[in-house]
């Protein structure tokens, strides 16, 4: 699948310690075992001329204190609080090579952020989606991009989750829905 660079965006989700390091807060082996493939198709697509945005989920400690209804403390206890080791992208992760850090504070990078702004000003439609957690941050953010009009392109090999079967379940949603599940090896990045 060809892509072209000055249209397409590598959206990496959430790649931070607490959720891919062994001493983070909510850390998923799946999570840890797609470091290497996310930071090979970072550095393939930024070689290229693509754009690469990293987001990081980040929770300031008071953010669900008033919540009615929606509160992701109670579901998954504190995790990545604002200015802590938790909330920090990966070491092993490229992030110098970011066009942008998106700071996000629910499970959908578009909600109350920047995201889309960002996209239309440069005339992206390609997203490439990577990161974890498959069911959670990658499919509601590739939901949300698709709901946009944006092209979600869901790579298979660089998405973390909990269990197999969590993954398998949102990128059958996925692509049923709103996007389209890829490969890494099946992505080429070239100018027309």
Known sequence: ???EPARTAVVVVDMQN??????????APGSEAVIEPIADLVERASDAG????????????EQFEDAHYYDEFDQWGEHVLEGSWDAEIVDE???????HVVEKHTYDAFYAT???AWLNARGIDDLVLCGTLANVCVLHTGGSAGLRDFRPLLVE???????????????EHAEWLFGEVVERD???????
């Not at 607490?18 to 850390?27: E, I, N, Q």
């Not at 690469?52 to 400690?61: E, Q």
């Not at 090999?157 to 990128?171: N, P, Q, R, V």
């Not at 099946?186 to 027309?192: G, H, M, T």
């Open 18 to 27: 607490g959720f891919c390091h062994p001493d983070g807060s909510l850390y």
């Open 50 to 61: 693509a754009s690469v945005l990293y987001t990081r989920d980040v929770h300031p400690p």
């Open 1 to 3: 699948m060809r892509l």
């Open 114 to 116: 920047e995201l889309e």
């Open 157 to 171: 090999d660089c998405i973390g989750s909990i269990e197999d079967e969590h993954k398998e379940y949102a990128l």
């Open 186 to 192: 099946d992505l080429a990045f070239e100018s027309n």
């Open 93 to 99: 992760l490229p992030s110098e090579r970011a066009d």
